[in-house]
T-cell receptor, first 114, second 114 residues
Framework: NAGVTQTPKFRVLKTGQSMTLLCAQD?????MYWYRQDPGMGLRLIHY???????AKGEVPDGYNVSRLKKQNFLLGLESAAPSQTSVYFC?????????????FGSGTRLTVV | LAKTTQPISMDSYEGQEVNITCSHN???????ITWYQQFPSQGPRFIIQ???TKVTNEVASLFIPADRKSSTLSLPRVSLSDTAVYYC???????????????FGTGTQLKVEL
């Protein structure tokens, strides 16, 4: 029962470096989301996707790009990392139909930009 | 999206019932109320969801008055392992392209002691 899997779990980047965070879900969910969580800030939505091949901006999209080439995967990219992007990143997915609309979250990726 | 207000923190002792109230005065007709639990270094976990009256599952109960401007999460007989942050979310399911973009606030830090 994998649910939502995020890789890597930890990463340290230097300012200006790039990286991609991978999110994979095995529940056949249509919707996927990327959030970041900072101390005292709750979770803020970065980007989301309502289906394969679609992406949309959330609350704090600047400095990030995403892709959803396959239904089960949602990638978050940082083209040029900045210290302000030091955070814990969570991926989530949800089913688009009736019934339980709850999100399933991954265990997070702790990113430090130095 | 409806804004929610909940206490920043609550303290309790093992075996007690804990009630966390969330206010959402501008809840819309098609909004659902959802509660999540988050432990340190983990992603949020869906607890319970409701639209009106009372909902109960194996973990908690959710009480929603007729005007739906508030809701109360009830945790029966808490234990040390219930120490976590609890988030109240209000949002609608947008089935045509918008996705379910729930907004997480800072939540309520529940601390359970012996």
């Amino acid at each position: 029962n994998a649910g939502v899997t995020q890789t890597p779990k930890f990463r340290v980047l230097k300012t200006g470096q790039s990286m991609t965070l991978l999110c994979a879900q095995d529940m056949n969910h249509e919707y996927m989301y990327w959030y970041r969580q900072d101390p005292g800030m709750g979770l803020r939505l970065i980007h989301y996707s309502v289906g394969e091949g679609t992406t949309a901006k959330g609350e704090v999209p600047d400095g990030y790009n995403v892709s959803r080439l396959k239904k089960q995967n949602f990638l978050l990219g940082l083209e040029s990392a900045a210290p302000s992007q030091t955070s814990v990143y969570f991926c989530a997915s949800s089913y688009s139909g009736t019934g339980n609309y709850g999100y399933t979250f991954g265990s997070g990726t702790r990113l430090t930009v130095v | 999206l409806a804004k929610t207000t909940q206490p920043i923190s609550m303290d309790s002792y093992e075996g007690q019932e804990v009630n966390i109230t969330c206010s959402h005065n501008n809840i819309a007709t098609n909004d659902y109320i959802t509660w999540y639990q988050q432990f340190p270094s983990q992603g949020p976990r869906f607890i319970i969801q409701g639209y009106k009256t009372k909902v109960t599952n194996e973990v908690a109960s959710l009480f929603i008055p007729a005007d739906r401007k508030s809701s109360t999460l009830s945790l029966p007989r808490v234990s040390l392992s219930d120490t976590a942050v609890y988030y109240c979310l209000v949002g609608a399911i947008i089935l045509t392209g918008g996705g379910n973009k729930l907004t997480f606030g800072t939540g309520t830090q529940l601390k359970v002691e012996l």
